[in-house]
């Protein structure tokens, strides 16, 4: 005998699209000793808080703050120093980028917003509070949306 093939219509299935967030270049660092240390997770082109408090809360704003990723040259994202941002030496691939919030020193919160993440943005920062030594470290892991459609 022979075969017959049977022409079947032709369908496409669009299904619904899948979001997938992949995270690149997750580099794991050399442990320190820190009063915290916290994951945040973020896509490129989104505004991210890297929370940093102080314990118990202090009126942090005319003190002196430091944000900083030790893997840059210079390291500085954002300083903070008595009373005012002092972005001489800022890292110019944050510059325009990096806010604190006065309101929020006043209670103790000396968290960073960082505006339009950049996948080069992806790495460790370290929250400095000099006048009592304390640091807190965050890794920010940058990843960017990608969609499946599947036929």
């Known amino acids: 005998?022979?075969?017959?093939?049977?022409?079947?219509?032709?369908?496409?299935?669009?299904?619904?699209?899948?979001?997938l967030l992949l995270l690149t270049d997750i580099r794991t660092g050399q442990s320190q000793t820190v009063t915290s240390s916290q994951k945040i997770?973020?896509?490129?082109?989104?505004?991210?808080?890297?929370?940093?408090?102080?314990?118990?809360?202090?009126?942090?704003?005319?003190?002196?703050?430091?944000?900083?990723?030790?893997?840059?040259?210079?390291?500085?994202?954002?300083?903070?120093?008595?009373?005012?941002?002092?972005l001489v030496n800022q890292n110019p691939s944050y510059k325009g980028r990096t806010s604190l919030s006065t309101e929020k020193l006043k209670q103790g919160d000396l968290s960073l917003k960082l505006s339009k993440v950049k996948h080069?943005?992806?790495?460790?920062?370290r929250c400095f509070f000099p006048s009592e030594s304390k640091e807190s470290i965050i890794e920010l892991l940058v990843g960017k949306w990608t969609f499946f459609i599947t036929l």
């Open 41 to 86: 997770i973020t896509v490129v082109g989104e505004d991210v808080i890297l929370p940093c408090y102080l314990d118990p809360a202090t009126d942090a704003v005319s003190k002196s703050l430091e944000w900083g990723r030790p893997d840059l040259d210079p390291r500085f994202v954002h300083v903070w120093f008595e009373g005012q941002d002092h």
């Open 1 to 19: 005998g022979q075969l017959t093939l049977k022409r079947q219509p032709c369908a496409l299935f669009f299904h619904h699209t899948v979001i």
């Open 120 to 125: 080069s943005d992806n790495g460790r920062y």
